[in-house]
């Protein structure tokens, strides 16, 4: 079996003052091993509550899994201890987020975080532990890594502290990362580094990747395979060749027309064809099509039914569209 990671009818509801939030309401998406898929969509739409709900790392309350299963290896996470939920997480599944800080903490020196991690997980002595937290850092291209394991996270630059949150992401040699806008708080020149390191790395660890972000740019040369959220639910999914040649989903269409060309929005002052208004808060969400009120190919059904997540014909594209019934 070649699946990896499972998701399917992932429902992940917050129960706050204001009413049930269905930050993710029937989520449906895998990951071979090996494999790196994007997931897509501004933000609001559920892309980093379903990464959390496979950490299990949902607070509750106010958030709870109410429906659904993720299975991980074969296995369903959501019925597992959380003795065993710890062994998984940082070990098997490794998530880094846009802001390292939230990862590493700022009392403890690099070496120390990293080695710590391989201990826990891997039963190395404490030496063997920090070798390896010197050899991921050299991995990780981070120069001088024997001197840096004695530094603290704030002595970092940004892009050197991604990379040595990816090293520890890693160090456990998990079999997915997941990682959330790994470079959205990074210059263009350091996203890019960043993304060819975890293409590199992924060909090295044969690590498989979920790659969270809200710029379809960022995906078209890192992932395989690209699955579009708005409004807690997946609206398209394919091969990222499709994705950019043959859109299906207005949203996605609206999201390509988006992704910040730099090159010519600094000397001609292109400007960015925003997709107009907002995604919908998920306490009060829209009738039928969630996308409706911002769709301009919006037809009376819409508004009155959900289309469901359909297969186009019958390739490996599915869409969830009245405009494809
Ligand atoms: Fe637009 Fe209707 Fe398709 Fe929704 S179902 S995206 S409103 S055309
Ligand atoms: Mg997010």
Redesign the pocket.
Known sequence: NNILLNISGLQTYFYTDEGVSKAVDGVDYYVKRGETIGVVGE??CG??VAALSVMRLIPQPPGKIVGGDITFEGKSLLGLSKHDMRKIRGNKISMIF?EPMTSLNPVFTIGNQISEAIQLHQGFSKKEAMNRAVEMLKLVGIPSPEQRVKEYPHQLSGGMRQRAMIAMALSCNPSLLIA??PTTALDVTIQAQILDLMASLKEEFNTAIIL?T?DLGVVAETVARVVVMYAGKVVEEADVYHIFEQPLHPYTVGLLRSIPRIDLSVKKKERLQEISGIVPIPSQLPSGCLFHPRCSSVMDICRQKLPELKYYKEEKHKVRCWLYD
Do not use: F, L, N, Y
Request: a negative charge; charged letters at 35%; hydrophobic letters at 10%.
């Open positions: 933000s609001g892309k980093s846009q959330d806008e969270i809200h």
